[in-house]
């Protein structure tokens, strides 16, 4: 596709239940970023692949989270026993990985846990 | 407190003002300095990019950054209502091209016809 993809776009979840979030980045882009964005604030950054390799995970808030890249493409963001406070915005962004000023953002996807 | 500061608004300006936006930051390692739009319901777009201090134009859109002062600015002039979004200032430090980004909170903009 021409730009980043996430699915679903808006997603209600039960407190307690997994989420499963889907990213596919524009096609040729090695770097992969997973962002959170809570209502009102700027995203926070999560995690970080280069291709299938997770080089940086320093930001997943708790052992809840976990993102896999499992062939440098496509990479899902899991979220288990989501809680309230997991409410937000979750963008993937892609790279080529030669500069900020390629660094494209998808539309997102809404997880509202009730 | 947090690395990068941002007043989140809202502000609201007439169309064809001059609309000045900014950011302060902490971290002295922060050398990429980025202005995002978002829309509604939609992903950040970048529109300013630059690493050094003093100013970049692109058109109606000005960057400014004085690492000295840790502080950077977005100008807008000539601002049409389609520049009614949240403008996120984000910083970085440099590794090798596959730098995340600390952004600000956002400051919603809202231009009146």
């Known amino acids: 596709g021409a730009g980043v993809s996430q699915s679903p776009r808006y997603k209600v979840a039960k407190r307690g239940q997994d989420v499963a979030l889907r990213c596919d980045p524009i096609?040729?882009?090695?770097?992969l970023f997973w962002y959170q964005q809570a209502l009102g604030q700027g995203p926070e950054f999560l995690t970080y692949?280069?291709?299938?390799?997770?080089?940086?995970k320093s930001g997943l808030p708790s052992d809840r989270f976990f993102a896999e890249r499992p062939e440098g493409s496509v990479s899902t963001l899991k979220i288990q026993r989501t809680q309230k406070e997991d409410s937000a915005v979750y963008l993937c962004?892609?790279?080529?990985?030669?500069?900020?000023?390629?660094?494209?953002f998808g539309e997102g996807s809404w997880l509202t846990v009730v | 407190q947090k690395e990068v500061e941002q007043d989140p608004g809202p502000l609201s300006v007439p169309e064809g003002a001059i609309v000045s936006l900014n950011c302060t930051y902490s971290?002295?390692?922060?050398?990429?300095f980025m202005w995002y739009r978002q829309y509604s319901r939609k992903g950040p777009e970048l529109l300013m990019y630059?690493?050094?201090?003093g100013n970049k134009e692109d058109g109606r859109f000005t960057a400014q950054v004085d690492k000295s002062s840790k502080y950077i600015s977005l100008f807008i002039r000539d601002s049409q209502p389609s520049d009614s979004a949240t403008y996120l200032c984000?910083?970085?430090?440099?590794?090798?091209?596959?730098?995340?980004?600390?952004f600000g909170t956002g400051t919603r903009l809202t231009i009146i016809p």
């Open positions: 962004a892609s790279s080529l990985g030669t500069g900020l000023n390629t660094i494209y």
């Open positions: 096609s040729g882009h090695v770097s």
């Open positions: 692949f280069q291709n299938e390799a997770q080089l940086d």
């Open positions: 971290n002295s390692a922060f050398q990429y």
């Open positions: 630059t690493y050094s201090s």
């Open positions: 984000a910083m970085s430090v440099p590794n090798f091209g596959n730098e995340k980004l600390t």
